[in-house]
């Protein structure tokens, strides 16, 4: 499969690698929005939230996690920090595995949408 983040995740293609255990990885966004701009992926290719089966629980649950640690390792658990899971055309996913923004380092604009 011709899939970008599982390159990164698999060391075929460099990326900014800030967290890696066994089920998921965070790396920094090439195209940062913010000071702070991670993307926190699932290992096993997964396309979208909307490709999560109920075995997939405790990978949610681990990705969710992976959230909080990045926030804390990017110094702006306290400062607070946007998560975003685009899904699909209408919600402009751009790269077919499940991806987790977490921005900050700065205030967001206000709307969503
Ligand atoms: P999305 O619209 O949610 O699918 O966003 C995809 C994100 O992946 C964008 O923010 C891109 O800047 C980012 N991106 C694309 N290719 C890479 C890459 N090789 N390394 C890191 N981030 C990437």
Redesign the pocket.
């Known amino acids: 499969m011709d899939c970008?983040?599982c390159k990164?995740v698999n060391d075929e293609?460099p990326?900014?690698l800030l967290l890696r255990d066994e089920y998921v990885c965070a790396?920094?966004?090439?195209?940062?929005?913010a000071p702070s701009?991670v993307?926190i992926v699932p290992n096993k290719h997964v396309d979208s939230i909307d490709s999560l089966s109920t075995e997939d629980a405790g990978l949610a649950g681990k990705l969710l996690l992976a959230v909080k640690e990045i926030a804390r390792m990017e110094n702006i658990a306290s400062s607070g920090y946007r998560v975003?899971?685009?899904n699909g055309v209408d919600?402009?996913?751009?790269?077919?595995h499940l991806?987790i923004?977490v921005i900050g380092g700065a205030p967001m604009q206000h709307q969503l949408g």
């Open positions: 970008i983040f990164i293609i990326g900014q790396f920094r966004d090439i195209n940062p929005v701009h993307l975003i899971v685009n919600g402009h996913q751009e790269v077919q991806h923004h």
